[in-house]
């Protein structure tokens, strides 16, 4: 399995997250983890440099910051692993439940797994110090998560969560193209294109505020993202196909 880390600006978690995931025991499988640092700014640059003669680790040194999807999709054409997963390198997400969203490719049951932060609950958002931010967030995530279902004719609770595990194969003959967290509707878009529908599987989830490193952007971001749906479900995939 190779596991995508994107880091840029994450030195207050990158280390903790790092270590924790070197640790996670996946049994039966080898780790790839490649980590796409994109020149931070904060000393994340020097953390990653610990690592990087790590048997089970490939850094990838970009020279500038292009984007979390950029640097997921650079880390994405240098996998090798027959399962692809993405993995942000701050702590919003539990390692614990890799187990559990790994089982149905395992068993090849499906070839896309989306691990879901609705577990019933409206709010997947609680800012602390921000809560009339989280519930424009939270709405915001509806809008959009109702568009993209009607683009592709689906009913994912959660096509914006950061746990996109994926089988290699699945994103032969795709082409992606977008460099921000427009990334996240591409991915998940073309591969429903291409035929796979996501087996959708609860997750621990635990929301960082803006004080402490969230970096999307409601009107950088929600702007692209209506844009990105329009050209995700009626571009090409890529290779010629339709």
Not at 18 to 34: C, N, S, T
Request: hydrophobic share 45%.
């Amino acid at each position: 399995m190779s596991i995508v880390v994107p880091v840029f600006n994450e030195g207050a978690t990158f280390k903790e997250l790092f270590d924790a995931l070197l640790a996670k025991q996946l049994p039966g499988i080898r780790k790839e983890i490649i980590v796409v640092e994109s020149n931070s700014t904060d000393g994340s640059r020097e953390l990653v440099r610990a690592y990087e003669n790590h048997p089970d680790v490939r850094v990838i040194y970009q020279p500038a910051p292009r984007g979390k999807g950029n640097a997921v999709r650079e880390g994405l054409l240098a996998a090798t692993g027959d399962i692809l997963m993405i993995q942000d390198a701050d702590l919003e997400y539990d390692l614990d439940d890799y187990d559990n969203l790994l089982a149905p490719l395992l068993a090849h049951q499906s070839m896309f797994v989306l691990g879901s932060r609705h577990q019933g609950e409206w709010k997947i958002r609680e800012f602390a110090d921000a809560p009339m931010t989280a519930a424009m967030f939270n709405l915001g995530h509806s809008i959009f998560r109702t568009m993209i279902n009607i683009a592709v004719n689906a009913k994912m609770a959660d096509p914006f969560t950061m746990f996109k595990v994926f089988r290699r194969d699945a994103i032969f003959g795709i082409d992606f193209v977008c460099n921000r967290f427009d990334f996240d509707i591409e991915l998940v878009i073309k591969l429903i294109r291409k035929g796979y529908t996501p087996i959708e599987l609860p997750v621990n989830y635990t929301s960082r505020s803006f004080a402490e490193g969230k970096k999307v952007s409601v009107v950088r971001d929600g702007m692209t993202w209506v844009l990105t749906i329009i050209r995700a479900r009626f571009s090409q995939l890529g290779s010629g196909k339709a």
